[in-house]
């Protein structure tokens, strides 16, 4: 696996993990996007979580969407 595989996965990962804590389908998602002002549907949201390959922008947004104040990040060993 490449090294940029490997931080797309982490990447991947720490969205999907956070969308399950919260409990938040990628309908759901969309839906809190708009909410804020952010257009994106289900599909595109979809395809960017399994590519792991979005911006960090994104990233935000998600997180600010679905009300994380808070993220802890690790790292595998």
């Given at each position: 696996?490449?090294k ?10 720490l ?11 990628y ?24 590519r ?12 600010e ?13």
């Amino acid at each position: 696996m490449s090294k940029d595989a490997v931080w797309d996965a982490r990447a991947r990962g720490l969205l999907k993990a956070e969308l399950a804590r919260k409990g938040v389908t990628y309908e759901q998602l969309a839906e809190k996007l708009r909410e804020i002002g952010v257009n994106e549907t289900p599909a595109s949201i979809a395809n960017k979580i399994s590519r792991g390959r979005f911006t960090a922008v994104f990233l935000l947004q998600c997180l600010e969407a679905v009300g994380c104040r808070s993220l802890l990040v690790t790292r595998d060993e």
